[in-house]
């Protein structure tokens, strides 16, 4: 068999360039707790996202959760099921109820025509996610969100370094969250941020991160432990002088997918959209068994029997999970179902080499 392909492959700096970066620490022995390496990186990160203001978290997860938290807030928050574990788990480790907002069939992000007829007196926030680096219909959103009093926390752990009409992706809503994981476009091995606008917030978030600690003697709430070690900062200011390289080649890599499976009968492709500078993070392709001939499953059991990993990325819907059993109705979200069944993303990182690229269009090509 010739070489796998994983799915993904996490971006590196060289080693030595890594060594270098954190060889002070052995000078200082300060190695988390809101170091130089967590002060710089946010610095470089709020110019890099062009937001206002950044703080760094142990992962994206708890970016989303503690966000939520900050809000106080309480009742029904409106999301969608086409995501991952994490989006639907924040809301509901906050106390708060999840509302499965539908998805549009062609960006995947929530279908904002459905989403005004799922307020209730009971709603507080929208969680929705920019999934596959697509944004959200942004201005519909906010339209909807002032019009109600509600608080917006976007979920852009996949929209590392976008803009959307030229400005920075993470200075929509209340708050955006992203995800610097290993497999995400820029990582800091585990990681994460949230983007905000209002100082308070801000604190609160801050406090929130460090168990609610607000001086020596003053604990103020009740919070967790999610501060950005040095360790992980150092990665991510490594990372983040090759990022705009990084998303360069995985631009390459996204071309030469379309140049291949662009024509190709019963499949769906990412859209390309308007208005917004991309990562490259995803290529999900949405198979019609119909027009296809062959199932979103029957091709990734043949890629993977070439060594080719692919990832049924979302699937299944979070409000389908065992641990909501009997909760919510999948029925509600039924475009969300349907691509669920039928989407698959291909492998993509910045070294993946066109001629991969090919080999694995040639096996999705030929299926028989
Ligand atoms: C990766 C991811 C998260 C969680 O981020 P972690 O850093 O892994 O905790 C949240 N939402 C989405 C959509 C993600 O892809």
């Known amino acids: 068999m010739k070489k796998k392909i994983l799915v993904t492959r996490s971006s590196m700096p060289d080693m030595q360039e890594y060594m270098e970066e954190i060889k002070e620490l052995w000078e200082t022995h300060w190695i988390t707790n809101m170091g130089v390496k967590h002060k710089e990186l946010q610095k470089q990160l709020t110019e890099y996202l062009s937001v206002e203001n950044v703080d760094l978290l142990t992962n994206g997860h708890m970016a989303l959760e503690l966000t939520l938290q900050a809000l106080k807030l309480s009742g029904e928050v409106i999301t969608t099921p086409f995501t991952f574990a994490s989006t639907t788990h924040a809301i509901v480790r906050n106390g708060l109820t999840p509302v499965f907002c539908d998805i549009d069939p062609v960006d995947f992000t929530m279908d904002v025509t459905k989403l005004e007829a799922l307020i209730t007196d009971r709603t507080c926030a929208i969680v929705p996610v920019h999934v596959y680096g697509n944004v959200c219909n942004i201005e519909e959103i906010e339209r909807i969100a002032h019009k109600y009093d509600l608080r917006v926390v976007y979920d852009a752990a996949h929209t590392f370094g976008e803009t959307y009409k030229g400005k920075g992706i993470g200075s929509f809503g209340d708050a955006s969250c992203f995800s610097f994981h290993a497999t995400k476009v820029f990582n800091t091995i585990e990681g994460g941020a949230v983007c905000y606008k209002d100082k308070e917030l801000g604190e609160r978030l801050y406090n929130l991160k460090n168990f609610g600690i607000r001086g020596p003697e003053m604990v103020e709430s009740v919070g967790a432990n999610a501060k950005m070690n040095e360790f992980s900062a150092a990665m991510g200011l490594c990372n983040l002088r090759h990022v705009d390289e990084e998303i360069a080649k995985r631009k390459h890599v996204v071309e030469q997918y379309r140049k291949r499976l662009d024509d190709v009968e019963g499949l769906q492709l990412n859209p390309?959209?308007?208005?917004?500078?991309?990562?490259?993070?995803?290529?999900?392709?949405?198979?019609?068994?119909?027009?296809?001939?062959?199932?979103?499953?029957?091709?990734?059991?043949?890629?993977?029997?070439?060594?080719?990993?692919?990832?049924?990325?979302?699937?299944?819907?979070?409000?389908?999970?065992?641990?909501?059993?009997?909760?919510?109705?999948?029925?509600?979200?039924?475009?969300?179902?349907?691509?669920?069944?039928?989407?698959?993303?291909?492998?993509?990182?910045?070294?993946?080499?066109?001629?991969?690229?090919?080999?694995?269009?040639?096996?999705?090509?030929?299926?028989e």
Request: charged share 25%; with cysteine.
């Open 272 to 367: 390309i959209q308007e208005n917004v500078k991309s990562n490259y993070a995803y290529f999900p392709v949405i198979f019609d068994e119909k027009v296809f001939g062959y199932t979103r499953n029957e091709v990734a059991d043949k890629l993977a029997e070439h060594g080719v990993f692919s990832r049924k990325y979302f699937y299944p819907l979070t409000n389908t999970f065992d641990c909501f059993h009997g909760k919510f109705d999948v029925n509600e979200t039924p475009v969300a179902l349907h691509v669920s069944k039928r989407v698959l993303t291909l492998p993509l990182y910045a070294d993946l080499s066109l001629e991969d690229v090919d080999r694995i269009c040639d096996l999705i090509v030929d299926m």
